[in-house]
């Protein structure tokens, strides 16, 4: 059974920065792409940052492009989000997935098959 455990969330003044850490289990990870979401209160979930099996392809929203960076280490089966320069407006619970279709390429935004249980971010202003 596949896991996502996610971490690194909680509470940071606008301007700070926070590293989550999302450990897959269950699944080969060095095959399968990863992702992260996140979802605001009152809000649908969107899309923030993906990233390719082999970690050599990154996608992000356009509304975190330059502000968050993706990264991997497939000997550790661990998915990272580097938040950098947050904004009251990028609280929200974040979430990992994993795409449900190994070595593909692109951004799977409509594969992902198993997501974690989520970690709170608050951006105090």
């Known amino acids: 059974q596949v896991q996502l455990v996610e971490s690194g969330g909680g509470l940071v003044q606008a301007g700070g920065s926070l590293r989550l850490s999302c450990v897959a289990s269950g699944r080969t990870f060095s095959r399968y792409g990863m992702g992260w979401f996140r979802q605001a209160p009152g809000k649908e979930r969107e899309f923030v940052a993906a990233?390719?099996?082999?970690?050599?392809?990154?996608y992000y929203s356009d509304s975190v492009k330059g502000q968050f960076t993706i990264s991997r280490d497939n000997a550790k089966n661990t998915v990272y989000l580097q938040m950098n320069s947050l904004k009251p407006e990028d609280t929200a619970v974040y979430f990992c997935a994993i795409d449900g279709i190994a070595y593909t390429l692109g951004n799977p935004v409509d594969r992902y098959d198993y997501w974690g249980q989520g970690t709170q971010v608050t951006v105090s202003s």
């Open positions: 990233i390719s099996w082999s970690g050599g392809s990154t």
